[in-house]
């Protein structure tokens, strides 16, 4: 009977085999410490005997072993042997491998080399372990989840070998399976089918009555309250225009495809789960795009700025603003502020509008032309110049959202490959080939699905390869297919509204920076790296990707736990000079103390620790000519975060920042400081991010973390009263141990209640 070591393995999975045309009896199989997966009966015309696929752990083994050896040593007092049905009926016990969890049809199994789609079947109490292990084994997790009442379903992507390994060593696994239902199957059921889905859905879907929810407001090309689907969650009134003359009806379709996505993400899991689903957040619609011919391109800006009038004459609420809509016309702009850009910086930072209030503003990266694309290579045409981000989405405050991919999966016997690998860049994806002194866009990326080369160029869409989303034609159809940066941008103002919804009482730019500072790269984003990084290596990731996938989890426990610090506050960066210069001056910064565990972080000596800032604030823009080119011309104000070298105290720290100069135009001169990304894609714009991993015994010396200005438009001598000129900014502290975590948490709760915060005079 095979070996188990519970210090090595969490189990073994066994593969039993009955007699030859004899039934097996299985009941002493599924007991505890054993779990019966799978049973295959026997088929006697193919002379083949049952089979049962069991997981059992190292006394689920111990336990087996015993009632073999009680069978032959051991009898009831009616004299038959004890376990006889259950022994009796086995022929033989072996380790099973991955054919044993396969549950499609055999002639389905992967046959071939290389890194294929799986679908895995988890036991839900252990597919975390199983989602959090498995990609060091080389087993690529995709971002779709199907949840049933004992069950995850996942996909992955992974050889067999590699899969093999993560099955063994993580265990968890219940089945497996080839990938089938995509968007394409529900895409092409007839109208009474689809409606039957939508009744499922609908009947586990609870809209939750809260007096003050979030929405997301789409601006775009209104949306159709007749699907049962979106009619719950937008109300009548809430349905506006940017031209009162305009009808708020969706005459297109592309904003009833966005509103579905906002409310339910991907349709295709949400349909196949039978778990109830609960809808917190609504929706808005204002329409800023007419239903015939366009916005003359001087009044893009005015537009939007009309529709998010509109939808705030409903009154004050946490709104999402979605602007899925970017314009050609100001290309190539080489992420210089444009006319519709600068309007969106202003309506975030509250400073144009009919209400003076900050929004939490998302805008879509653009689209590439399928027509410049060949069959192979396509990364290259995506960093092309050409391919450049569209306005308004080099706006400094705005979240831009790219694409990115985890669709791979055509359905059987479709003929063509898809073009992007898993985990990379959606083929329909901008990307920022503009110098560093811009800000990092696009700041993250969702699904957008994947292209099909199938034949000569260029590559096509694909239903399989796309999402699945609300029709704006129910009740003849009900489902449709989208993709691309639109429905990435819906995708990412859904999970932010739900993080804004969990912590309904922080700022927009808290919320900002919590959502875009979740984010990673993958691990195939990270294998354009080298081995060995440096800062300069960051740049094409930067471009494509931003920081890359967020990650929702991640989000909430930098919300909720005591090893992330969360401040909101105020700042009064300038103030006029005392000597009577040219310019006005610096007038303050913020010193953070730290709350640092530092007797367990000296404990842990060289057990290296990651920290992560990031540092959120809302510039007001000032687009003119001269300021085209100068990041301190076109910004009210910026802020910059530094934190003190180890060995060096608060004095010290405090005289070295009070020197700051203004920084240069051109590029920033590295310091070897530890920080990943280092002063040339950290400092830019009004979102600022870096990480530096150490050993823990060093960061314990580094508490104190100063925000402070430099130069903007508003240290200028044009600018009266900079004194009374305060600006809010959220700054997030983020500490990672990895599997130490919990010893440090403990220590900084009750370090946190007593944070020291300075105002200190530059």
Known sequence: MPDVSAAALPGVYLEVEGRAGEPMITAGLNASDLTLLRVEPSRPAANQPARATVFATEEGVAKLRRKVEDFAGKDRKSGRPYNADLVQSIGTIVEAGLRALWRSPPQRFPAQEGAVPWEVWLDRGQAQ????????????????????????????????????????????????????????????????????????????????????????????????????????????????????????????????????????????????????????????SAKIIPDAGHNPHHLLGAMTRAGINAAETAGARRRTFALASTTEDDTPHDGAPTSWSSELDQLAAGVSGIVATPRLVLVSAGNSDQNRFGNNEYLATCDHADNEIESPAQAWNAISVGAYTEKNVLPAGEPGTPLAPIGDLAPSSRTASWSTHWPIKPDVVMEGGNWIVNGPPPPMKHPALSLLTTDRQYPMRAFTTVGETSAATALAARAITELWSDYPELWPETIRALFVSSARWTARMRSHLPASPGKGHYGPLFKRYGYGVPDMERARRSASNALTLIVQDRITPYRESDTGGADHVHNEMRLFELPWPVEALRALVAHPVRLRVALSTFIAPNPSEPARGSKFRYASHNLRFKLNRPNEDRAAFIARISKVEDEPEGPAIDENDGWTFGRNRRDVGSLQIDELICPASDLARRNLLAVHPVAGWWKTRAVLNPNERSVRFALIVEIDAGEVESELYAEVQSAIEVLNLAEIAV
């Open 129 to 284: 372990a199983f989602v959090a292990g498995a990609p060091e084994l080389g087993v690529v997790i995709g971002a779709d989840r199907l949840e049933f009442p004992e069950d995850l379903v996942i996909i992955v992507t992974a050889t067999r070998d590699a899969l093999a390994l993560a099955v063994r060593r993580l265990a968890g696994v219940r089945a497996l399976a080839a990938p089938t239902i995509t968007a394409d199957y529900f895409d092409a059921m007839n109208p009474d089918e689809q409606a039957d889905w939508v009744d499922n859905l609908f009947d586990r879907t609870t809209f939750e009555a809260i007096e003050d929810p979030n929405y997301v407001t789409l601006l775009d090309r209104g949306v159709s309250r007749a699907h049962p689907l979106i009619e719950p969650a937008l109300a009548a009134a809430d349905r506006h225009a940017a031209d009162p003359a305009w009808g708020v009806e969706d005459m297109v379709g592309h904003g009833t495809q966005l509103a579905g996505l906002s409310l339910f993400g991907d349709l295709t899991p949400a349909l196949q789960s039978m778990l109830p689903i609960r809808l917190r957040h609504r929706l808005e």
